[in-house]
């Protein structure tokens, strides 16, 4: 399968086939093309898709499943809407599955994983030390690859929701990506404020958490959960 993620209004053509000429160049020819973007411009896009000839794609039309698989403002699954060739099945699972993927296909490219050379290691904010570490900010290159980490924190968009408080100010572009998200579907929708609390030093004191249930919490990375325990308890 090939996944295409877009939070515009419409697929550009010349963008389109150049991404399946750099992919097929580097990878077999996909048994289905993807497109994920917002339910509410989905239909649309898959008709526009639906006119394009034979010839403005780079995969065989009659054999590859082309679909646009809109998502919600709450990030779930939206309409499925078949452009041409085989029936596929989307279900809540399998776009979970397809959500799940590519964050992991970012994580992996855009290098989330720091090591440190063999004679060295790193201290964490919390004191600990480590051989390597998570550094979220890495994924956050793109911004439609910022849109789709977004996508994923919509449904924790409550309609109250006064403030998104991050651990580092490196990973804001998701909280003001997902506020972004959120008024393509509903303009009217009072944006909350985006803080960084600074990790560590906020949490013990240097942070004041003034609406903690109406406050939305992102961490970039703890691999022992304690940051996150720590914060329930506020």
Wanted: net charge negative; with cysteine; aromatic share 8%.
């Amino acid at each position: 399968w090939l996944i295409v993620f877009s939070p515009q209004v419409t697929i550009p053509q010349g963008d389109l086939y150049d991404l399946l000429t750099d992919d097929i160049g580097s990878n077999l020819q996909p048994d289905a093309l993807a497109f994920v973007v917002r339910d509410n411009v989905a239909a649309a896009i898959a008709t526009k898709l639906g006119e394009l000839g034979p010839e403005e794609w780079r995969v065989p039309l009659g054999t590859t499943a082309v679909v646009v698989v809109g998502f919600t403002q709450m990030g779930a699954l939206g309409g499925v809407h078949p452009v041409s060739g085989p029936d596929v099945t989307i279900d809540d699972g399998a776009f979970a599955s397809l959500r799940d993927h590519g964050l992991c296909e970012l994580f992996h490219r855009r290098d989330g994983l720091v090591r440190p050379s063999e004679t060295t290691h790193f201290v964490h904010p919390s004191g600990k030390h480590s051989k390597a570490f998570i550094r979220a900010a890495n994924l956050l290159v793109l911004g439609p690859e910022v849109m789709f980490v977004a996508m994923t924190i919509l449904g924790h968009l409550a309609p109250d929701l006064e403030y998104i408080c991050v651990d580092t100010s490196s990973i804001s572009s998701v909280g003001h990506a997902a506020i972004q998200l959120r008024q393509l579907f509903d303009p009217s929708y009072v944006a909350p404020m985006v803080n960084s609390f600074s990790s560590w030093p906020g949490i013990n004191g240097g942070y004041d958490f003034t609406q903690p249930k109406r406050t939305l919490v992102l961490i970039s990375a703890s691999t022992s959960g304690n940051m996150a325990r720590e914060l329930v308890k506020r």
